[in-house]
């Protein structure tokens, strides 16, 4: 299966402890975006990535989150001392270029994050 | 700032008639727009897409109109089948960004 692959599916974690999701793209894909899902809500934009480089995260929270996509390995989305706000649900997309101008994003599974 | 609008939360329809989906959106500068479906507990599956040229696209059971001057795009899926039961989510983006904008989708039931 050559999709968007996220781990972990669930999370679970008390406030104030990290949360770190990651993200696998399609193979021949090198952008990543992150989105956020609230429930009964659209999905939000956070961050698009590409290899070693952030390009835009005009949607990321300015505190305790942050992401990165290194050259070897997955994108990892971070969020430190997590609240029950941030419970949500985390979708990872991947295009084969940059989607300015429409190009489809697809998208993994999804991370569940409940903090208790 | 909810520029990309679905108005209808749920929607029921009967198997073998036509389904059809709404979406309105509030930014000009939107020139690329999407469909998604999702299941439950599964991430957004794209469906079809439409560039702002475009007024009509067609996939198989699946088309989308573009009103440009309405800011309004619908999907209709013909015949409907069980199988679409799903959550759809109308997005969009333009040429000076990336994200993509979603609604907040619409429900859809098909009914045997």
């Known amino acids: 299966n050559a999709g968007v692959m996220q781990n972990p599916r669930h999370l679970v974690r008390r406030r104030g402890q990290e949360a770190r999701l990651r993200c696998s793209p399609m193979k021949g894909h090198s952008h990543v975006y992150w989105y956020r899902q609230l429930p009964e809500e659209g999905l939000k934009f956070m961050v698009y990535?590409?290899?070693?480089?952030?390009?835009?995260e005009s949607g990321m929270p300015k505190e305790r989150f942050s992401a990165e996509f290194p050259k070897e390995g997955p994108s990892i989305l971070r969020i430190q001392q997590v609240v029950r706000g941030d419970s949500a649900a985390y979708f990872c997309a991947s295009s084969p270029l940059g989607s300015m101008g429409g190009y489809e994003q697809y998208f993994g599974p999804g991370t569940r994050l409940t903090v208790t | 700032d909810q520029q990309v609008k679905q108005n209808s939360p749920s929607l029921s329809v009967q198997e073998g008639r036509i389904s059809i989906l709404n979406c309105d959106y509030t930014?000009?500068?939107?020139?690329?727009f999407l469909w998604y479906k999702k299941y439950p507990a599964e991430g957004p599956t794209f469906l079809i897409s439409?560039?702002?040229?475009?007024d009509k696209n067609e996939d198989g059971r699946f088309t989308v109109f573009l009103n440009k001057s309405a800011k309004h795009l619908s999907l209709h899926i013909v015949p409907s089948q069980p199988g679409d039961s799903a959550v759809y989510f109308c997005?969009?983006?333009?040429?000076?960004?990336?994200?993509?904008?979603f609604g907040k989708g619409t429900s859809l039931l098909v009914t045997p």
């Open positions: 439409i560039s702002s040229i475009k």
């Open positions: 930014n000009s500068m939107f020139d690329y």
């Open positions: 990535l590409q290899k070693e480089n952030i390009i835009d």
């Open positions: 997005a969009a983006n333009s040429n000076s960004g990336y994200a993509l904008n």
